[in-house]
């Protein structure tokens, strides 16, 4: 019998709730695909905070490193937020990415036929938008340096960061691009501003010199501002999509919302070796946590992709999202896409419903 | 009779074609608000780089900041996209801007009702929306230093640029914003990364410290990310958006295609003193240059920005606005927004149009 070892990190606001979830369906998968998962939960962000005084403690990383796969929650909440950089809950997220070399972001962005009318795009322009948007995650602005505070020649204060690419960076995720681009319908665009940021042109650059290596995939680049307006305009032309760290970070963010149901979308983060990182996209939403009310499908859904990608478990993740699938179609639906007509059902609710699907 | 010098900057692409029909609508409403117009036309982006070898000619600069607004058509296009930085029509367009100090950009974002099926957005999301992003221009990643290529320890290439903001650049953009909610309808929203970047604590910090003196605006904070959710999800909740130069470039082109319009928006940069620069927000649209295809109307919208902030001349601005609403309800269109029942014109004869309703 397989076993796995999964750290469980449930994390803040709504992260609990919607991680408990997802070890429900772990387990019932599990059983009736004839493997078996081991969990260590563990605590990050402001969990982790009140407990132990940081964001990410050690025991956590190495707990995490050592298993074979890592489910996040969410992390973050008002009570953290005027908490100086280093004691933020987002700092741990960070840490934890850079921590295990996850470089690589995948955030699929699907409209589901069952969640379409959740969008407002126009229907005709939403249906059948499939888009995969590859975020680099360990490198850029987010983690370049110098950074900091100081002063300038005048003597005023500044804040400043460092954008920064080396070719190895943008080389690694530029690979997991093509390659995902390969699997899907071979059509990958890369997106960065190369008309103003030298960081850019070393990515344009380098990005091109690998598309001889995949005659099968077709490439483009575009610019940011307008492919924050294409995804608006024609989110269909998309299939893969390569960027930065920070780029990604607003791209993923809008594409997801193209699909209205953030409560819906998974991620996977991976790196070149050792376990990759699993987490629904959306926040904390500290609002509503503890009252049984989040959309626990997004972290259902990071579980299959923790079962494909992290796990190679292919007809494991497969019965699970068809298990989804099969409880919207049933008409069972969290707060967050309830419509008339529907079964308004809770966090818990909706994990039995999916529970029986399976 | 009051006298006014004007730059002409008709760029490359579209950009004389579209510059040619917004100084007639200047010299038709000169003379029937008794006022004057005199023109300089001076070479930029490609069109300098072809004819002088750099793409902002020091002449250029210096009848710019000699006159009392400068109008731009639009730069860049196939032909020059390979060329070495220095040697880009964009950085013309950079080069522009830090010459003249205009570090305040002006992007409204309108749903225009006439044009309210063009957007993709479902119509009771569209409706409505009237937002301005106030995008700081001539700051951050863009002009940042150090910037250029290197190496790592490692001897990887590198690729880097600098995101840095001082507090004076944070606090006169953050005062054009307030000024600019006040005036509308008394929300600012600031837009930033600060559970991430430096730069942006710092920016949030600064135009925390201003909106006391703006007691009848108010201010929210919202990170970048999910600033272009919120843009699709309910771009209604918006007023007034105050940003950085990179995220004001991506958000302010997202809102823009949000209105399904984007040749219908004008823009103007502004600084402390000196002549402002107004242009359409749209690129030069190098496929369709030189047929009479383009829409002259974002163009014609700039002039009347160019009057309204440029010169004080409201009522000059006024009529030229209202001559636009009105050629749309005739049902004039160009390419761009053409739908069925409508009638079909060029450049050039919806240029007669806007005059006729003068
Ligand atoms: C919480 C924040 C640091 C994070 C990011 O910017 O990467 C989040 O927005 C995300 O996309 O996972
Ligand atoms: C052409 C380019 C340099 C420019 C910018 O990024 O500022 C353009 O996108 C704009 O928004 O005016």
């Known amino acids: 019998k397989k076993s796995y070892n999964i750290t469980l990190l449930p994390g803040d606001g709504i992260g609990p709730e919607v991680v408990s979830v997802a070890k429900q369906v772990l387990n019932l998968t599990a059983s009736l695909e004839g493997i078996e998962f081991k969990y260590q939960e563990m605590p990050v962000g402001g969990a982790a905070l009140d407990l132990t005084g940081v964001p990410l403690p050690e025991e956590t990383l190495s707990v995490a490193k050592q298993s074979d796969a890592i489910l996040l929650g969410a992390i973050g909440g008002y009570k953290w937020d005027a908490n100086e950089k280093h004691l933020k809950p987002e700092t741990g997220l960070l840490q934890l990415r850079e921590g295990l070399g996850v470089f690589a972001n995948l955030r699929p962005a699907t409209v589901l036929p069952q969640l379409i009318d959740s969008s407002t795009l126009k229907r005709e322009v939403a249906q059948g938008v499939d888009l995969m948007v590859v975020r680099e995650l360990t490198g850029g602005i987010y983690f370049g340096k110098p950074r900091g505070f100081g002063k300038n020649e005048n003597g005023d204060e500044i804040g400043f960061n ?10 690694r995720i530029a690979r997991v691009a093509f390659e995902t681009a390969r699997k899907r319908r071979g059509k990958l665009c890369s997106v960065d501003k190369a008309n103003v940021l030298e960081a850019s ?13 995949y005659p099968d995939v077709e490439l483009t680049h575009m610019y940011v501002d307008n492919a924050a307006m294409q995804l608006i305009r024609d989110p269909k032309q998309f299939d893969t999509i390569v960027t930065n760290n920070i780029f990604g970070d607003i791209l993923s963010d809008e594409a997801s919302m193209l699909t209205g149901s953030i409560g819906m979308l998974p991620s996977a983060s991976i790196g070149d070796s050792g376990p990759g990182l699993y987490e629904p996209i959306h926040g904390s939403a500290p609002d509503i946590a503890g009252q049984d009310k989040a959309n626990p499908l997004a972290t259902v859904l990071s579980v299959a992709m923790l079962l494909k990608y992290g796990l ?15 409880t919207l179609d049933k008409g069972f639906r969290t707060g967050d896409l309830f419509s008339t007509g529907m079964k308004l059902v809770g966090c818990k609710e909706m994990g039995e419903q999916v529970l029986r699907s399976i």
């Not at 190679?312 to 699938?325: F, G, M, S």
């Open 201 to 213: 042109m070393l990515w344009r650059k380098r990005v091109t010199m690998m598309a001889s290596e």
């Open 162 to 171: 460092t954008e920064v690419y080396a070719t190895y960076e943008i080389d």
């Open 312 to 326: 190679q478990e292919e007809a494991a993740a497969k019965r699970i999202e068809n298990a989804v699938l099969e």
